[in-house]
């Protein structure tokens, strides 16, 4: 069972995702995220990148549905997302494939690193909204060299998906959460 740290963190996401604000997400919920996420550089119609992050999106959509809506009605509430968390602990390799895509998307000039705009502008399309980013990229920075390695951003994204240490950085990576 998620514990409180993981679902106030959570709740954040689940925010993020619910598209229309009902406390409830559906399919078109994660199709506007889709169209979200397709504002980034390189994620245009037609491309590649544009496919993958589709793909991803939907297949966590469809996962999540499949794990989560208990009642079956085609939703799931914020009770039923976490019931999905549960499992994430026992798939890291689905986790860190996700980061994988996400990193592509967020690495606008292709440089294989993600700088603190990139990463703002992350933060921001994942939320839908500006996001008060000071101080957090520094934490997120491992190494200190000013940017995020694809190994580095791996890591973050697993934490942030998985952990249970509100002291581990990747729990910052889409933002502080809310006091």
Same mark, same amino acid.
């Given at each position: =069972?998620?514990? %409180?740290? !993981?679902?106030?963190? @959570?709740?954040?996401?689940?925010?993020?995702?619910?598209?229309?604000?009902?406390?409830?997400?559906?399919?078109?919920?994660?199709?506007?995220?889709?169209?979200?996420?397709?504002?980034?550089?390189?994620?245009? #119609?037609?491309?590649? /990148?544009?496919?993958?992050?589709? #793909?991803?999106? =939907?297949?966590?959509?469809? $996962?999540?549905?499949?794990?989560?809506?208990?009642?079956?009605?085609? *939703?799931?509430?914020?009770?039923?997302? &976490? @019931?999905?968390?549960?499992?994430?602990? $026992? =798939?890291? $390799?689905?986790?860190?494939?996700? #980061?994988?895509?996400?990193?592509? *998307?967020?690495?606008?000039?292709?440089?294989?690193?993600?700088?603190?705009?990139?990463?703002?502008? @992350?933060?921001?399309?994942?939320?839908?909204?500006?996001?008060?980013?000071?101080?957090?990229?520094?934490?997120?920075?491992?190494?200190?060299?000013?940017?995020?390695?694809?190994?580095?951003? %791996? /890591?973050?994204?697993? !934490?942030?998906?998985?952990?249970?240490?509100?002291?581990?950085?990747?729990?910052?990576?889409?933002?502080? &959460? %809310?006091?």
């Amino acid at each position: =069972m998620a514990s %409180a740290f !993981q679902e106030r963190k @959570l709740t954040e996401m689940f925010a993020a995702f619910d598209a229309d604000g009902d406390g409830r997400l559906r399919e078109e919920d994660f199709r506007a995220l889709v169209a979200r996420w397709s504002e980034l550089p390189g994620v245009g #119609a037609g491309t590649e /990148l544009r496919a993958r992050v589709e #793909a991803l999106l =939907m297949g966590w959509w469809a $996962a999540l549905l499949e794990v989560g809506d208990t009642d079956g009605d085609g *939703a799931v509430d914020l009770g039923e997302l &976490l @019931l999905l968390v549960d499992r994430l602990p $026992a =798939m890291v $390799a689905d986790v860190t494939a996700t #980061a994988e895509t996400v990193f592509d *998307a967020v690495d606008a000039d292709g440089d294989g690193r993600i700088s603190p705009e990139e990463h703002r502008h @992350l933060v921001e399309t994942w939320n839908g909204r500006s996001v008060n980013m000071t101080g957090v990229f520094e934490l997120l920075d491992l190494n200190g060299d000013g940017y995020l390695s694809r190994e580095e951003f %791996a /890591l973050l994204w697993r !934490q942030f998906w998985i952990s249970d240490d509100p002291a581990e950085p990747g729990n910052l990576l889409c933002g502080r &959460l %809310a006091a």
